[in-house]
């Protein structure tokens, strides 16, 4: 999916949704719902924009579990739909994150560590529904990567520019200040100077479990391993 631009054109616009929007959106729904009544016990969350309705046909389906429990017990829940293993760490002083592929839009993520609040509020930011959300057919607001609040309406949804509203943001999605201050300032930055990279991305051999290839990049890597004694990894 190409690179999605900060967006700073209008101060707020309405956008009604042709049916094949809302046909993507309940298919993508029906999909994650199948997912996430296989991982129930673990408080599994839908964020992005499948969370908030704002789909395109091309748009991802991703899962968060936002507590650390054994991986094998996740791989157990998705037994027979695994196609890929990866461990990620956006910088050096971001999250590690183990991930699982579904399919080619569909991913699975948990923390690999202890995650901090401001960690968990990420997900809230963008846009966050649990289970029962999901069967209800709750849509929730979050920010695209285009630095766009999204406010979900019966014909569709309601676009904001987060730029100069920070606060009003932050007390509609239920966030701090400090999450939305250091979102617009890493998107803005992104904006400018683009992607710099992800500190680690490293796929998981499917003989190995995800700690034990977390303790062989530990091993090697002094931020990994400063991560994971502060927060009880491996």
Do not use: C
Not at 7 to 13: G, N
Not at 14 to 36: D, F, G, H, N, S
Not at 44 to 49: A, C, D, F, K, T
């Amino acid at each position: 999916m190409p690179r999605e631009k900060v967006v700073r054109v209008w101060d707020e616009r309405e956008v009604v949704y042709p049916p094949k929007r809302w046909r993507y959106l309940w298919e993508k729904r029906e999909k994650a719902l199948k997912i996430m009544e296989r991982l129930s016990q673990f408080d599994p969350q839908l964020y992005g924009s499948v969370a908030r309705g704002d789909v395109r046909k091309d748009s991802d389906i991703d899962i968060f579990i936002p507590i650390k429990v054994p991986s094998y017990l996740i791989e157990l829940a998705l037994e027979g739909l695994v196609r890929r293993r990866k461990i990620v760490m956006a910088t050096p002083w971001h999250l590690i994150k183990g991930v699982i592929e579904i399919d080619e839009e569909t991913t699975v993520t948990f923390p690999l560590i202890e995650p901090t609040d401001r960690e968990l509020e990420f997900y809230r930011w963008g846009g966050m529904i649990d289970l029962w959300g999901v069967k209800t057919r709750e849509r929730v607001p979050g920010v695209n990567k285009k630095l766009i609040l999204i406010i979900p309406t019966e014909r569709g949804h309601i676009e904001r520019e987060v730029v100069g509203r920070e606060s009003e943001v932050a007390k509609i999605l239920g966030v701090s200040i400090d999450i939305v201050t250091e979102r617009v300032h890493v998107l803005m930055r992104r904006d400018r100077i683009g992607r710099t990279g992800i500190y680690l991305n490293e796929e998981v051999p499917d003989w190995m479990s995800f700690e034990e290839a977390l303790k062989i990049i530990a091993d090697r890597d002094p931020n990994v391993r400063k991560k994971v004694r502060e927060r009880g990894g491996v």
